[in-house]
């Protein structure tokens, strides 16, 4: 029982608001939007469900203990009853009936929260693209491209296509949605949308290197008005073209990628205007050259295909 | 490693060990690997000395490492087990201490007690060794050393064979120690992903040390399979049909028939890998075609059945001793069964859910989330039969019963955690996360180390004649017991939080408290582990007081306690003839269960042979000649194994005969030995007066 307990109180303590320091969220837990939402009310509908099946061993196996003990036994004693018919229809019927239930929840859920269907229409076009340890988040109609940042609007449907340009990579923004693997060479999506103004951690979930606990980005979901004030505000100054993509393609965290660009050193956002629209495809098109046909030169552009270089600034002390 | 490869040594040169790397940079990271690889060489020249000096080489070779005895190789399986776990849980320790100073910031480089590349090498090596070289070698040694005498057969269907997977397992596990000291491991984790695992991305012996350490043992445990199939179908005693079978053999059989159908899916995914990075393949790289999802559907159509192959046979020790404990009758023999059979089935079907986060449609997450679910069905029923087993009974709360006790109460919450992972939209979340981790190991220790550790004390007096502590043998149990809920609770906590498995830094503060408690978790492993070796040692110390060599202690009903303590060879001076379920048992309700054969004969035994040895030496130097690039050794030691197979198989090789005077004598002294002692009831079990020769007529089950 007392792990029952524990564990109650954990998941009660993970789920309480983040302490005065945490105004970054990283738990779906604290829902910022309708999928991470309805992804805690699943989880605790799933865990209220199960109970049903687990309490009677929690509860059951200290009371045979004790009742049944050799030293002092308080029931009977049936050394030879191996059957009961009754029982055997309720061990099978009774787990049985709860995975039907549960299964039925599950598809229902799984259906709802397909991270491939949109929420709703005119979705905000973003890419992400991994890298050896950053994100590069494009903004194709707003011509704008982020490193470690993404800004959305409050209310409005989000569609993130991913993709990577190094091993494969998860991308998790857990107060707003699920995680999804990034492959080079193929992508893949996330929807979402953002219920309400606060800024979320999203991170790479799976290891690929020894960066791997430093690729962590902010999702900010604005306000729409100060959104677009966002899209107007100041950038780097930098483009986002095969020079610039090429040296954020090294093995660097953020801030040693800002150094190696020539800008100040440090993890705040960086912000780039969009050299060509289409840097996603091209860096998809880099892994699908023909041989030696005619986009085989493809594979070397835009930083090539290969082990990224490491940075050129040795990671900061 | 230099970039020359000399034809040699291939790519080996004297900045390989972990030296090299602490008189470069001298910090907790070098020093602690410095300190491993010093640990490792230390311990063989002790162990070396120790052997001279007590002049135990030639018993070691004579009585051990050529000895095709089931039960003997099942021994020499769980020793190497439990070497292999204490470099484990050492592993597991220093991952949790460096993760409770890891805490960084993101434009400051990684802090902690090792470096990100030591703590990656960390994660790899724990997760293969626990798996592959601890919990397989417990389960595969447990079974070779159980299966049999609870069969009625002298010893497995194909002994030499049994050897030979011994040694190819002891091989790969060798790989993985020697990577301590000459070079690095990988760092892909244990399912070793590709692209990253790619020669692009990860060059180096690192990742070859695990393919070739997973090749070889690989071999090993696929013939294992083939070899306690064909063991239970063509070995057991007359009357022994399979409805008769106590419950571990048969989830022997699902064992065997996964490690059959699973293992080959390993063995081909590392083999594809291997192909990548040797001969330029492109199964698995970035570019020219290959796909890494090929691996993970692959290794996952392995790594599925793989946790039930490890858990079923502790669900056989467990179906033993809650009836054995209980001094009753096992509930729902035949559900039982069916329920081993079902799991053994479905867990072919399930393997998408280990990735259901790589973008497939709804539908397809829909059905394999399902079919997981249904996997509980048969589990639950599992949990609820041995509870009816206690039920009504009259349990002793011996170490193998707190172990059951551990298992249910904790095992449950690893089935809720499993429940909720099985939901794509949640998984969705919690994937990669550690929550993840916190739930695999909630269902592999209380499940696969708590059974195993349960069997090793249940019949660890029919291997050596006398019984373990059973003080010490509770607190090992509570140990652990403890040790997993501090250890893996918190990251059930931190996985909710969002924390990535794998992860060598963060920058949550609120992370932190979680992670003090899960190191003082570690800290009670470790002492559960100590404890476990000190419950050997204190018992092989009282080995006098605690002797049973009536060798029915715990008054069991199943076949192998019809034998003295500590079994003979030949286990079985008569083959007996089963009459019922339980056969023992129903031999004692009948009276007079000593009561000597008729006549002895002659018996056969496969005699002692070096071949396991020669192909396991052959078999690691293989590993490691590919591993390093040293071709000539490498043509040289497959060309010996294969010669060594044909010379051994173009020979007549004859049995030993072990003559019927002297099974005769040596059964007689044991049953006379039986007449002589004083029966005991259950309530001595515990006591100097529990000689093996239990009360028959309080034999009730």
């Not at chain 1, 799984?110 to 229409?121: C, E, I, S, V």
């Not at chain 2, 707190?402 to 955690?417: A, N, P, Q, T």
């Not at chain 2, 069997?455 to 509770?474: N, T």
């Amino acid at each position: 029982m007392f792990l029952l307990a524990g564990m109650t109180a954990a998941i009660a303590l993970a789920m309480a608001p983040a302490s005065a320091h945490g105004v970054v969220e990283d738990s779906f837990l604290q829902p910022m939007g309708p999928v991470a939402a309805e992804q805690s009310k699943h989880l605790l509908r799933v865990i209220g469900i199960t109970m049903i099946v687990i309490l009677p061993v929690l509860i059951g196996v200290p009371l045979i203990l004790w009742r049944y003990r050799y030293r002092k036994p308080r029931g009977a004693y049936s050394p030879e009853w191996e059957y009961s018919e009754k029982l055997e229809y309720a061990l099978w019927g009774v787990p049985v009936l709860i995975v039907i239930v549960l299964a039925g929840w599950l598809w229902h859920s799984t259906a709802k929260l397909d991270p491939y269907q949109q929420l709703g229409p005119d979705p905000l076009q973003v890419q992400a693209i991994g890298l050896d340890w950053k994100w590069v988040f494009i903004y194709p109609e707003q011509g704008i491209a982020t490193v470690d940042e993404l800004a959305i609007p409050v209310g409005r449907p989000v569609q993130l296509m991913l993709t990577t340009d190094t091993v494969m990579q998860s991308m998790l923004i857990a107060p707003l949605t699920g995680q999804i693997y990034a492959m080079p060479g193929m992508s893949t999506q996330l929807n979402f949308s953002a219920s309400r103004a606060g800024t979320a951690e999203g991170e790479n979930t799976q290891f690929n290197g020894s960066g791997f606990g430093r690729q962590k980005f902010k999702v900010r979901a604005l306000d729409p008005d100060e959104f677009d004030r966002w899209l107007d505000g100041p950038d780097s100054g930098l483009t986002l073209d095969e020079a610039t993509y090429a040296t954020l393609r090294r093995q660097s965290v953020l801030a040693d990628a800002k150094s190696d660009l020539g800008l100040e050193r440090s993890t705040g956002p960086l912000v780039m205007s969009l050299g060509a629209r289409d840097v996603f495809d091209r860096v998809i098109g880099k892994y699908h050259r023909t041989g030696n046909g005619e986009n085989a030169a493809d594979a070397e552009a835009w930083g090539g295909i290969g082990l990224p270089a490491p940075a050129k600034q040795e990671s900061g002390q | 490693m230099s970039g020359q490869s000399s034809p040699t040594f291939g790519n080996l040169d004297w900045e390989v060990t972990p030296y090299t790397d602490l008189l470069e940079h001298v910090n907790s990271s070098t020093i602690i690997g410095a300190g491993a690889a010093s640990v490792l060489v230390l311990g063989a020249f002790a162990g070396i000395a120790l052997l001279t000096y007590m002049r135990w080489w030639k018993p070691l070779f004579r009585d051990w490492l050529t000895s095709a005895d089931a039960k003997k190789i099942g021994i020499m399986y769980i020793a190497l087990a439990l070497v292999m776990m204490a470099r484990g849980i050492i592993e597991g320790l220093v991952m949790r201490a460096h993760q409770a100073t890891a805490l960084g910031a993101l434009d400051k480089a990684e802090t902690g007690l090792v470096a990100p590349d030591h703590f990656a090498q960390l994660f790899s090596t724990h997760g293969t060794i626990m798996i592959f070289f601890v919990a397989m070698p417990l389960l595969i040694g447990l079974i070779n050393f159980v299966l049999p005498q609870q069969l009625g057969a002298r010893d497995m269907a194909f002994p030499v064979l049994n050897q030979v997977s011994l040694g190819l397992t002891a091989a790969g596990a060798g790989l993985v120690m020697v990577s301590l000291l000459i070079g690095d491991f990988g760092t892909g984790g244990w399912t070793m992903y590709p692209p990253y695992t790619g020669l692009d991305y990860s060059p180096g012996e690192g990742v070859d040390y695990w393919l070739w350490a997973i090749l070889i043992s690989g071999v090993g445990s696929t013939l294992t399979g083939m070899n306690f199939a064909v063991t239970i179908f063509k070995s057991r005693a007359p009357g022994m049909h399979l409805m008769r079978m106590p419950l571990f053999c048969w989830t022997s059989l699902c064992v065997a028939i996964m490690l059959i159908y699973a293992m080959p899916a390993l063995t081909v995914s590392s083999a594809m890998l291997a192909l990548d990075r040797y001969a330029g393949f492109h199964f698995f790289t970035n570019a020219s075609g290959g796909n890494m999802m090929n691996y993970a559907n692959i290794f996952w159509m392995f790594g599925h059945p793989e946790v039930y192959i490890l858990i079923l046979p502790a669900f056989g020790v467990f179906s033993e001793i809650s009836s054995t404990y209980s001094g009753k009758r096992l509930y729902g023999y035949t559900s039982l069964v069916i329920a081993s059979m079902s799991i053994a089935v479905v867990s072919f079907m399930v393997w998408l859910h280990h990735f259901f986060t790589m973008g497939q449609s709804a539908g397809v997450n829909i059905a394999f989330g399902i079919a997981t679910m249904i996997i509980g069905i048969p589990t639950g029923v599992k949990i609820y039969d041995w509870m009816a087993t206690m039920w009504r009974g009259r349990v002793r709360i011996t170490a193998p019963v707190v172990y059951l006790v551990g298992f249910f109460l904790l095992f449950v919450i690893g089935g809720l955690s499993g429940i909720i992972l099985a939901n794509p939209s949640i998984d969705y979340q919690v994937h990669n996360t550690t929550f993840l981790v916190a739930h695999f190991h909630n269902v592999i220790i209380p499940g696969v180390l708590y059974g195993m550790l349960a069997g090793v004390h249940y019949w660890f007096p029919k291997a050596f004649g006398f019984r373990l502590d059973e003080s010490w043998g509770r607190r090992t149990a509570l140990l652990f017991v403890g040790g997993f809920i501090f250890t893996f609770m918190p990251l059930y906590v931190l996985g909710l939080m969002g924390l990535p498995r794998r992860s060598p830094t963060f920058q949550d503060p609120d992370f932190l408290p979680w992670m003090y408690i899960a190191s003082f978790g570690a800290v009670l492993m470790l002492a559960a582990l100590f404890c476990l070796l000190w419950t050997f040692w204190k018992s092989y110390r009282h080995r006098m007081s605690l002797s049973v060599p009536g060798g029915d202690p715990w008054n069991g009903s199943s076949l192998e306690w019809s034998t003295p303590a500590p079994v003979p060879e030949w286990t079985f001076a008569s083959i007996p003839k089963v009459q019922a379920r339980g056969d023992w048992g129903e031999t004692k309700r009948a009276g007079d269960p000593w009561r000597a054969p008729d006549s002895y004969a002659d018996i056969e035994m496969p005699a002692n042979t070096a071949h396991g040895l020669i192909i396991a030496g052959m078999a690691f130097a293989l590993g490691f000649a590919m591993v390093w690039h040293i071709w000539w050794l490498a043509a040289l030691s497959f060309f010996a194994i294969t010669a060594a197979l044909i010379w051994r198989g173009m020979r007549v090789i004859e049995p030993r005969i072990i003559p019927a005077r002297q099974v005769e004598e040596e059964d007689r002294r044991f049953r006379e030995y039986v007449a002589g002692a004083t029966p005991i009831t259950r309530a001595d079990e515990e006591s100097e007066r529990n000689r093996g020769v239990p009360d028959c007529s309080e034999f009730a089950g």
